[in-house]
T-cell receptor
Framework: DTAVSQTPKYLVTQMGNDKSIKCEQN?????MYWYKQDSKKFLKIMFS???????INETVPNRFSPKSPDKAHLNLHINSLELGDSAVYFC?????????FGPGTRLTVT | AQSVSQHNHHVILSEAASLELGCNYS??????LFWYVQYPGQHLQLLLK??????LVKGIKGFEAEFIKSKFSFNLRKPSVQWSDTAEYFC????????????FGTGTRLKVLA
């Protein structure tokens, strides 16, 4: 059984488009995260939700909007995509300070 | 400012060589410490963690790490690496309470030559 799943796995789109990435966890965790991993593998936290409530919002452009319809899901919507948004986006869920990562979504903006 | 430094960005070793990857952190208060591994094309997986107690912690696949509080360090070690250990290794820190924020290091790319 997949613990943390993300869709899609790959996303290729043009500048200016709007796209969404979905994340689901079946671990029963209360806390979920979005991370961005750039081409140099640097991993940076973007958002975190605890029980559907936004608790961490790092200095991310407001073109990025997370949504948590329930504690098992955390989606990421990106408006007006830019070249610099190209990266791998990882969703994670957390319990007892351990993080469980999804497989990642490789976003390529052309 | 909260930060995690991994001094070795790229490490190349031959099989059976010993490994030590450095990790230093700057974080107010008591911390939880982690090492995660990312195999090529895969997601991050927990290798080992330190919450409290014995500062020498053992993880999966023969890895261990030692927490030295006075040096703000949590170095990762393995006595004999294998080709399958080729991966990116990330050190991470979070506070023991009051926050859900993780700070990750920049990663160390390990290549093990067969």
């Amino acid at each position: 059984d997949t613990a943390v799943s993300q869709t899609p796995k790959y996303l290729v789109t043009q500048m200016g488009n709007d796209k969404s990435i979905k994340c689901e966890q079946n671990l029963g965790h209360d806390t979920m995260y979005w991370y961005k991993q750039d081409s140099k593998k640097f991993l940076k936290i973007m958002f975190s939700y605890n029980n559907k409530e936004l608790i961490i919002n790092e200095t991310v452009p407001n073109r990025f909007s997370p949504k948590s319809p329930d504690k098992a899901h955390l989606n990421l919507h990106i408006n007006s995509l830019e070249l610099g948004d190209s990266a791998v986006y990882f969703c994670a869920s957390s319990s007892n300070y351990e993080q469980y990562f999804g497989p990642g979504t490789r976003l390529t903006v052309t | 400012a909260q930060s995690v430094s991994q001094h070795n960005h790229h490490v190349i070793l031959s099989e059976a060589a010993s490994l030590e990857l450095g990790c230093n952190y700057s974080y107010g208060g008591t911390v939880n410490l982690f090492w995660y591994v990312q195999y090529p094309g895969q997601h991050l997986q927990l290798l080992l963690k330190y919450f409290s107690g014995d500062p020498l912690v053992k993880g999966i696949k023969g890895f261990e790490a030692e927490f030295i509080k006075s040096k703000f360090s949590f170095n990762l070690r393995k006595p004999s690496v294998q080709w399958s250990d080729t991966a990116e290794y990330f050190c991470a820190v979070t506070a023991t309470s009051g926050t859900y924020k993780y700070i990750f290091g920049t990663g160390t790319r390990l290549k093990v030559l067969a």
